[in-house]
């Protein structure tokens, strides 16, 4: 067991060690921690549904309708109806014909991919793509092949060169980075895949709920939804709950049916779960103010850290900021910990060497006061 002490010293001594903080109870903006209060700047509860009165009730009246566990695999006897309810209003949303539940984002993801693509295919994938994606090219087989961030040129030069050599081709991008915050340009790069016969699939993880009409996305909000074979989401960021969807059309969901692997072989999620999850589809259509605070906050808050002059990335709730080294952003967040803002530092492996950074998540439940405060701060503790 030497390698893992190696490992682990490793990691520690380069800033990088990783560790499990448990929070006593969070919401509305906040989080309490070993006994104290923050301003939680870390969580994907962008429309601060979490909490919500109506998904907890609904997520209740599942329970008891349904019980605590879904007992088996939906393709054996864990299909319920109320997953049924929630496909259909989620295929509607993002204005496709059929949708498909998965137990969360990142089984969405793996399975998808490797149910599309085996050996002898080709995955084409933003180099920043999410972990999850990147698991399921590795696990499909297929020759990964990676284009420079939101270039669809550089994705056409690829395609040129060596789309031919492959049997099927699936290209896969995000529609707002969850590392830089944004937006994919999703309608360029679901071109360049219709002009050369590849399968095109969005990742709307960070999207769904906060962009486009109805808060569809931002697939939507280009009017691509006809040019991307395969929209796919999460219920949990800005759902509030949990649970990965596939949205396409109808052929799409039927194999994926018969043979995504992470569909058919995990049990199904408890109904407790769908039912939040309608709540919260409701709600985008009933409090949909809450996006436009939301998208107010995060834009005042990026005006504010420009306005200190420090080197802010993307143009959505995600707000980055850049400060290169690993050791530098842990100090940094401690130092804004202390001062009672909760905001993680983004090192490598998840971002590029020499890119660590802060992410600030802002989310509805965060006042102007707060924001402004925090921005003040962080200001003050860069150069620590
Ligand atoms: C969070 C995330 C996922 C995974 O979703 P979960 O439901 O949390 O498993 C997939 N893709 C991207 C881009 C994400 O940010």
């Given at each position: 067991m030497d390698w893992l002490d190696r490992y682990l010293g490793e990691r520690q001594s380069n800033g990088l060690m990783r560790q499990l903080r448990p929070a006593e109870n969070r919401g509305g903006g906040r989080v309490c921690v070993g006994g104290r209060e923050y301003y939680d700047f870390s969580s994907n509860d962008y429309l601060g549904l979490s909490d919500h009165p109506k998904l907890k009730e609904a997520s209740i009246n599942a329970t008891q309708q349904y019980g605590t566990g879904s007992s088996a695999s939906r393709l054996l006897s864990g299909d319920i109806e109320i997953f049924h309810e929630l496909e259909e209003r989620t295929a509607k949303l993002k204005g496709k014909e059929r949708a498909l539940l998965f137990s969360s984002g990142y089984q969405a993801n793996v399975g998808v991919v490797a149910a599309f693509c085996g050996k002898g295919d080709a995955v084409f994938c933003d180099r920043l793509s999410h972990a999850s994606i990147l698991d399921g090219a590795a696990m499909s087989g297929a020759k990964l092949i990676r284009f420079r961030h939101n270039d669809a040129e550089h994705l056409e030069?690829?395609?040129?060169?060596?789309?031919?050599d492959f049997a099927r081709r699936l290209i896969v991008t995000e529609s707002?980075?969850?590392?830089?915050?944004?937006?994919?340009?999703?309608?360029?790069?679901?071109?360049v895949g219709r002009r050369y016969g590849c399968m095109v699939m969005a990742d709307e993880a960070h999207?769904?709920?906060?962009?486009?009409?109805?808060?569809?996305?931002?697939?939507?909000?280009?009017?691509?939804?006809?040019?991307?074979?395969?929209?796919?989401?999460?219920?949990?960021?800005?759902?509030?709950?949990?649970?990965?969807?596939?949205?396409?059309?109808?052929?799409?969901?039927?194999?994926?049916?018969?043979?995504?692997?992470?569909?058919?072989?995990?049990?199904?999620?408890?109904?407790?779960?769908a039912g939040a999850n309608i709540a919260a589809l409701k709600l985008l259509d009933a409090e949909p103010e809450r996006r436009k605070i939301l998208l107010g906050n995060a834009e005042y808050f990026r005006g504010c850290l420009i306005a200190k002059g420090l080197e802010v990335l993307g143009e959505s709730q995600i707000v980055p900021v850049v400060v290169g080294d690993a050791d530098r952003a842990v100090r940094m967040s401690e130092r804004l910990r202390e001062d009672g803002f909760w905001v993680l530092p983004i090192r490598p492996p998840t971002v590029p060497e020499g890119s660590s950074r802060l992410r600030f998540s802002v989310t509805y439940g965060h006042s102007r006061e707060v924001l402004m405060a925090l921005c003040e701060k962080t200001a003050e503790v860069f150069d620590v």
């Open positions: 030069d690829l395609l040129k060169k060596r789309g031919g707002i980075f969850s590392m830089d915050g944004d937006k994919g340009a999703i309608g360029e790069i679901a071109d999207a769904t709920g906060v962009f486009g009409p109805g808060g569809s996305g931002v697939v939507a909000e280009a009017g691509a939804s006809e040019k991307v074979d395969i929209v796919m989401g999460t219920f949990s960021k800005a759902l509030g709950s949990f649970g990965g969807y596939v949205a396409g059309d109808s052929k799409i969901i039927d194999y994926l049916i018969n043979a995504c692997r992470s569909f058919i072989y995990t049990t199904a999620l408890p109904g407790a779960v």
